[in-house]
């Protein structure tokens, strides 16, 4: 009786938030299909190979950011510090090497600090109610300033190939050598950070879905009181969703240093936004309890396809500022409309 | 009866600041018992019962449950000692649906420590079709349900554990008619399994329906607790408003009884 009832009430007026749910993710692939189809159509060259694998590279540090953002926004809380804190990150793991540490190591470090600033986040949201905006504006200006001191702005390069070897690898690369001595690459392979966010998507996604932390971090951001009465350990929660989020922002840190080689103090500058807009534009709901990483991806493509696309028509990168900025005011103005009663 | 009481609350305080919410309450509750608790807002009777289902610290007194001395730190320290609490809220998380919500916090897990979903799937259909035959859309976010099936779901949890004491915050002031009712019907039920409750309410039809004594509260002090054949309507008015009974009260069964000899 029920089932039969179903399909109808999906499009009246008491089934409208889970249908309003997938539509806003549907919409979002639709925004992205046209995105690419526009973009192809206008140059030629955004459509091939070599740019799509340039696309999987510049998103994977959006997507990286954008999945730990997901989770911190579940909660009901945002994470204005991931950007200065990926600099941190980055700026560590370069430290750690020009030490003598080797690479993996160096690099784990590196995530180490993410994840320890994520949980400093944490703890002065929870144990000193200090609320999430300013708790993590906070830590955006301490992780920014640690990392212009330790390095006293000056880049550190040097790091060594091994370093350049997350950010610039690649799986199942083919290069034949031409009988000149030029190497011919023949499949220029699946670049490491396109594996690495796609593993990361994954796990995070099975979390959120079929582990209890996942239940409860959805628990709290939807009603935080009526879920610490119901026995869910809302401080630990928070705890857990901020501490990912900066180990996440330690490893896109790891990823984008190592593509350049090079440690920058002032990377990552305003990525927070890349990250949350990647969020929001997603079906995340900036007011909590809902969020998919599967529409995170889809976001944070948006974002890295739009800035591509934009660079390959020769927008400006004034006009591209622009351009995100309407994109991420019309994403927000989404979530509104659809908590609309 | 001569076992130690289920629950009992002695010289309970909770001070916020200056101000005294509970002010050296005591109170039993003793098995198959439905205990009324009365007052106006703000008469401490909801801070009572937070502390008895660990939502809140008390600042002084003691918890005795069966005899034994207990400590509640937070909701789950209660809820394993078998004290559920269906709170005026109902305390749901909006966008899980009602099997999500009737574990939160007591999720099913597989070997492999992954949520359970169809276990806990079954288990809701069961229990939720015992107190609502027609609720089935079991799959929706509670927010887009009624306010009775919502009502069932907070209801549900604090009856499909192993309870012993189970606490109702105002438990029939959303509902309807029919739904009342049904909660009049599953008090009746629990009290017969032996199950002890505390009702909180406004209600004083409910009250006078379905408890066995009253307990009444003004300004955080316990003024009144009498079996429910010893007062009328107005006794409990009286000691709701002013704080005391009747200058003329004599307990209503004495005085029936005294006529009719």
Redesign the interface.
């Known amino acids: ?2 089932d039969a009832s ?1 399909p109808a009430s999906e499009f009246g007026l ?2 409208m ?2 249908a309003g749910v997938s539509l806003h993710r549907l919409s979002a692939l639709l925004t992205l299909c046209l995105l690419i189809a526009g973009f192809a159509l206008s140059s030629p060259a955004f459509f091939s190979i070599n740019n799509g694998l340039t696309i999987l590279l510049q998103t994977s540090v959006i997507g990286l950011l954008g999945i730990g953002m997901t989770l911190v926004i579940v909660t009901g809380g945002i994470d204005l510090s991931v950007g200065s804190v990926l600099a941190l990150s980055g700026v560590v793991s370069a430290m750690a090497v020009k030490a003598g540490v080797p690479v993996v190591p160096a690099m784990g470090a590196g995530v180490a600090a993410g994840a320890a600033c994520g949980a400093f986040n944490g703890l002065v949201i929870t144990k000193l109610r200090i609320p999430p905006f300013v708790a993590t504006l906070g830590m955006m200006l301490i992780a920014r300033g640690l990392a212009l001191q330790l390095t006293g702005a000056i880049p550190i390069s040097g790091l060594g190939e091994a370093f350049g070897l997350l950010g610039n690898g690649a799986l199942f690369r083919v290069v034949e050598m031409r009988p000149n001595g030029f190497p011919n690459v023949i499949f220029p392979g699946i670049p490491y950070p396109a594996i690495l966010l796609l593993i990361v998507a994954v796990a995070v996604a099975y979390l959120l879905r ?3 932390i ?3 971090i ?2 709290t ?3 935080e ?9 809302v401080d630990r929660t928070k705890l857990y969703a901020y501490t990912m989020s900066g180990a996440l922002a330690g490893l896109a840190g790891n990823v984008l240093m190592s593509r350049l080689i090079t440690a920058q103090p002032s990377e990552g500058v305003m990525a927070e936004l890349d990250a949350i807009a990647a969020a929001v534009i997603g079906g995340a709901s900036l007011s909590g ?2 969020g998919t990483i599967s529409g995170t991806m889809i976001g944070a493509f948006i974002i890295g396809i739009l800035r591509n696309g934009l660079n390959m028509a020769g927008v400006s990168a004034f006009i591209q500022q622009i351009v995100i900025g309407f994109v991420v005011i019309g994403a927000v103005w989404i979530d509104q409309i659809r908590n609309r009663p | 009866m001569s076992a130690a009481p289920l629950v009992e609350m002695i010289g309970i305080e909770k001070h916020f600041g200056g101000i005294r919410a509970v002010d050296g309450v005591s109170i039993d509750l003793h098995r198959g018992e439905v205990v009324g608790l009365l007052g106006h807002n703000g008469a401490g009777k909801s801070c009572l019962m937070r502390i008895l289902s660990g939502a809140m610290a008390p600042s002084g007194g003691e918890i005795r449950i069966m005899g034994e001395p207990v400590s509640f730190t937070e909701p789950n320290d209660a809820r394993e000692a078998g004290i559920e609490t269906i709170y005026q809220t109902l305390a749901l998380a909006d966008h899980l649906d009602a099997p999500a919500n009737l574990f939160l916090g007591r999720e099913l897990k597989t070997r492999f420590g992954n949520l359970d979903d169809r276990a806990m799937l079954k288990a809701a259909r069961e229990v939720l079709a015992r107190l609502n035959p027609n609720f089935k859309n079991l799959g929706d976010p509670v927010s887009s349900l009624s306010g009775g099936q919502r009502q069932v779901i907070a209801i549900a949890r604090a009856i499909y554990f192993d309870t012993k004491v189970l606490i109702m915050d105002e438990p029939t002031a959303a509902l309807g008619p029919s739904e009342t009712a049904m909660v009049a019907g599953l008090i009746k039920e629990l009290r017969a399994e032996g199950i002890g409750i505390f009702l909180v309410s406004h209600d004083m039809h409910d009250v006078f329906e379905l408890c066995d004594r009253v307990v009444v509260m003004n300004k955080g002090r316990l003024v009144g607790s009498h079996a429910i054949d010893e007062v009328t309507k107005d006794d409990v008015l009286s000691l709701i408003v002013k704080g005391e009974l009747p200058a003329d009260w004599s307990a209503r069964n004495l005085t029936q009884a005294a006529q009719h000899a």
């Open positions: 009786m029920s179903k008491s089934g938030i889970p079929r582990r209890q996942g239940r409860h959805f628990a951001g939807s009603n009181e009526a879920a610490r009465l119901s026995g869910v350990r309890g809902v």
